[in-house]
């Protein structure tokens, strides 16, 4: 009687312990699934709040389609009191002096962000690891912007996209 | 013989116990080890939110400005930093959060800069919660009405 009872508390608990493991695996496998799916976002967030921010879209050109995005947008870390010195340059606190050019394209299999200010080399930065890129503008200078990223996840390729408006 | 077995008797019950609670700890270490996941998804929920709290601010700000280039204030109006705060809710009337703009408009003469810092605030200011900031620098130059400077999740600058 005392054998059986222990046995079925043992059984319970190891039921209980079973589930827990299967649930914990489940959460685990979501959980790496999100993480990569954030690394993802967080590349097109990065892109589209460049094109929010560019004051020009070199390329592709309007109502085309490429496989690099190129744009310029003010260097983010001049404050505005530098870009208005009046006394060493200009008022005009969007001068092309003021200005970076960023460059999206893959690059072995890496989708890199290039940031070049002036004739100084570009800081490449590595976002994700891609197969391609596609870039969209449709609607003229200050239209739309598709972004489309193919990423190769462990069963499947997806593609994610999103679209920026250009300001 | 007999005796030996009597102080036996209950070995069984004890291990099953001190199985259990070992087992029971292990369980309750693994759901622990979790606890930090979990924690990352809602700050990545809570951040998104945010986010979307600070673009939904400028976006106020934007038509405002763009129907009244001396919003609050009017021309004569000398008052150069303003700041207001919008509570926003879901269609069911819970609230989601809010956001604050902050409005410089001491470069609107001599630069034709309008600068704008908009913080979304997720969930409801007594939670522990998510901030989100974008600082944006507007042209009011006529024909040339548009941000030209959009940073996201900066530090607040205003």
């Known amino acids: ?167 | 013989m007999r005796e030996n077995f009597r102080q036996k008797r209950g070995f069984l019950l004890i291990f099953a116990l001190l199985l259990t609670i070992l087992i029971t700890l292990i369980a309750l270490g693994l759901l622990g080890l979790r606890e930090g996941s979990y924690a990352s998804s809602r700050a990545a929920i809570n951040s998104i939110q945010a986010r979307s709290l600070a673009r939904s601010g400028m976006g106020d700000i934007w038509v405002k400005l763009s129907k009244d280039p001396f919003y609050p204030g009017g021309v004569g109006d000398d008052q150069t930093l303003f700041s207001f705060r919008e509570d926003v809710t879901d269609q069911a009337n819970n609230p989601v959060g809010s956001y604050q703009v902050i409005l410089d408009r001491s470069h609107r003469l001599t630069n034709n800069v309008l600068r704008i810092e908009c913080t979304g605030i997720a969930g409801q200011l007594d939670e522990k919660s998510s901030h989100f900031t974008i600082y944006a620098e507007l042209s009011t130059l006529p024909g040339d009405f548009r941000f030209k400077v959009w940073q996201e999740g900066t530090s607040p600058k205003l």
Not at chain 1, 110 to 118: M, N, P
């Open chain 1, 1 to 167: 009687m005392e054998a059986m009872f222990a046995f079925m508390l043992v059984f319970m608990i190891l039921g209980a312990l079973n589930q827990t493991l299967i649930n914990a695996a489940k959460v685990r496998q979501n959980t790496a699934a999100m993480d990569q799916a954030i690394e993802e976002f967080h590349a097109l967030l990065t892109i589209k709040s460049d094109i929010e921010a560019a004051l020009t879209l070199a390329n592709p050109a309007v109502n085309s389609t490429g496989s690099r995005l190129v744009l310029n947008r003010v260097n983010p870390d001049l404050p505005f009191t530098d870009r208005i010195d009046s006394v060493l340059g200009s008022a005009d606190p969007f001068e092309s002096a003021e200005q970076l050019t960023i460059t999206y394209e893959i690059q072995d299999g890496v989708l890199k962000r290039l940031v070049k200010q002036g004739t100084s080399p570009a800081v490449v930065q590595r976002l994700i690891p891609a197969q391609t890129l596609r870039v969209e503008r449709t609607g003229g200078a200050r239209g739309l912007v598709t972004v489309s990223l193919s990423i190769e996840g462990p069963r499947v390729t997806k593609t994610r996209v999103i679209k920026a408006a250009v300001r």
